[in-house]
C-alpha cells in the first residue's frame, strides 16, 4: 500500500493558488483513476483505490500546510506503512521553473513550510517527494502573497500539463519504482518559464503557509 499525500491549504479561497499544486495533482489522480475522495479523518481527506495494480490511500491534509505533517504521521500509523518506500508527497517548488517537476528520495524542506512539518513530524528527511515548479518570486513581491496568488493565463497552461506530468510520475513510481521516474521525469523543461507578468499576488492570509 502507498500513502500519496498531495499538499495545500483547505477552503475555497486557496483554490488554484500557487501552494495548492499537490492538492491540484491529487484531484487529477482521483478523476483519472476513479478514486473518491470522501472520507474525512486523520486530519485530511482520503480516497482509498488502485493505481498501477498497487492499493492507494490519496490524502489532503486539511491542518493547513504548515501542520500537514500532523496529518501525514496520523494516516501512515494507521496503515503501518513506511515512510521511506510508501509514501510520496506531492508539493510546490519555488525554485523550479513553472511547469517542471522533480522528483527526489530525500532531501530538506527547503524552505518549504508543509515539508519542514512533514520532516518533523517523520523524523527524518528520507521520503519520496514529487516537486512542481510554480517559478521564483518576483523581486518586490511578498513570499506569502506570491505562493497564495493564482497563476497567469499563460502559466495556468503550463501548469495543467506539470500536473498530468506529476500524475505520470506517480504511476512509474508505483509500478518501476523511483529510479525510473527520476530517470523519465528529471529533465530540463522543454519550454521556458513564461515570466511573471500580470501576476495576481492578491494576499489571502499568511496563516496556510
Given at each position: 500500500m502507498y500513502i500519496i499525500a498531495g499538499l495545500g491549504n483547505p477552503t475555497s479561497e486557496y483554490e488554484n493558488t500557487r501552494h495548492n499544486v499537490?492538492?491540484?495533482?491529487?484531484?487529477?489522480?482521483?478523476?483519472?483513476?476513479?478514486?473518491?475522495?470522501?472520507?474525512?479523518?486523520?486530519k485530511g481527506l482520503l480516497g482509498k483505490g488502485m493505481i498501477g495494480g498497487e492499493k492507494v490511500i490519496l490524502v489532503k491534509p486539511l491542518t493547513y500546510m504548515n501542520l500537514s505533517g500532523e496529518c501525514v504521521r496520523a494516516v501512515l500509523d494507521y496503515?503501518?506503512?513506511?515512510?521511506?518506500?510508501e509514501l510520496i508527497v506531492i508539493h510546490d517548488d519555488i525554485s523550479l521553473e513553472t511547469g517542471m517537476i522533480r522528483i527526489r528520495k530525500k532531501g530538506s524542506a527547503g524552505g518549504h513550510n508543509g515539508l519542514k512539518n512533514i520532516i518533523l513530524h517523520l523524523g527524518g528527511e528520507t521520503f519520496p517527494r514529487i516537486k512542481v515548479g510554480v517559478g521564483g518570486k518576483p523581486d518586490g513581491y511578498d513570499l506569502v502573497n506570491y505562493v497564495l496568488g493564482?497563476?497567469?493565463?499563460?502559466?495556468k497552461a503550463l501548469m495543467e500539463q506539470a500536473e498530468e506530468e506529476a500524475c505520470d510520475a506517480v504511476e512509474v513510481m508505483l509500478t518501476e519504482g523511483a529510479d525510473a521516474a527520476m530517470n523519465r521525469?528529471?529533465?530540463?523543461?522543454?519550454?521556458?518559464?513564461?515570466g511573471n507578468e500580470g501576476i495576481d499576488g492578491s494576499s489571502a492570509g499568511a496563516g496556510g503557509v
Open positions: 499537490g492538492f491540484a495533482v491529487i484531484d487529477m489522480l482521483a478523476k483519472r483513476h476513479g478514486i473518491r475522495l470522501n472520507e474525512m479523518k486523520h496503515y503501518k506503512a513506511d515512510c521511506t518506500t493564482h497563476f497567469t493565463r499563460q502559466e521525469f528529471n529533465r530540463k523543461a522543454h519550454v521556458q518559464g513564461c
